[in-house]
């Protein structure tokens, strides 16, 4: 883990920063299809705030990336 952090390789630092700006999106997104069917109100919300974290997401970990 610490060679993935070397100050001249920060690829590491980036694919955390990556992962956190999108797989909770992605994990609430699939549990909004899983239970589409059966809670659709449900689903709806799990939708809406994964789009909101996935938003939220790119301003604050884009604006550390530097996008």
């Not at 939220?56 to 530097?66: E, L, V």
């Amino acid at each position: 883990m610490m060679l993935l952090l070397e100050v001249g390789n920060l690829g590491g630092i980036f694919l955390i920063i990556f992962l956190i700006m999108h797989l909770p999106s992605i994990v609430l997104g699939i549990i909004g299809l899983a239970i589409k069917n059966n809670k659709p109100k449900a689903a709806k919300t799990l939708f809406i705030i994964a789009g909101v974290y996935l938003v939220i997401s790119y301003g604050t970990c884009g604006a550390m990336m530097g996008f």
